[in-house]
């Protein structure tokens, strides 16, 4: 009798799955920068939170997310030599807008936040149904 199972992921990587996409961190994603790190963060309906690290050439670079009410809590943290952008994926905006952060007011464009200078920053994000600047 063939007990083998054919029901696991024998040759898969389920880890990268949850870093890159439930997370979002993607490490060298233009393939010329191994220092270069984008966060692109999927809040998954039915996931309350998520987190994950990942060990760059330049050190640990960890997001995590939560929700709180309607709004998300996106925490990113790096060392000061990474550099890169939290690109939101279309429907969703941040709300604490400081300088070197924009939000895109077209549905069809991701917001996007710098995040070159800073080690650690929590951005809220939110809804662009609920956004005050889609009004009008």
């Known amino acids: 009798e063939d007990v083998s199972s054919f029901n696991h992921h ?4 389920i880890s990268n799955w949850f870093i890159s996409k439930i ?3 993607r ?8 220092s270069y790190v984008n966060i692109v963060p999927d809040f998954i309906q039915g996931l309350d939170h998520a987190s994950a690290y990942y060990n760059t050439v330049k050190g640990k670079v960890s997001v995590s997310w939560k929700r709180d009410g309607n709004d998300i ?3 990113v943290e ?3 030599d990474v550099r890169g952008r939290v690109l939101l994926k279309n429907g969703w905006y941040c709300h604490n ?3 070197g952060m924009f939000c895109c007011k077209d549905v069809n464009q991701r917001g996007v936040a710098v995040f070159n200078h800073e080690n650690s920053k929590t951005y809220i ?3 662009k149904t609920n956004s005050p600047y889609l009004k009008g």
């Open 125 to 127: 994000i939110r809804k």
């Open 27 to 34: 490490v060298n994603p233009y393939g010329n920068d191994a």
């Open 78 to 80: 790096k060392p000061e």
């Open 73 to 75: 809590l996106l925490t």
């Open 10 to 13: 024998f040759w898969g990587d």
């Open 23 to 25: 997370a979002g961190i």
């Open 97 to 99: 807008l400081d300088y």
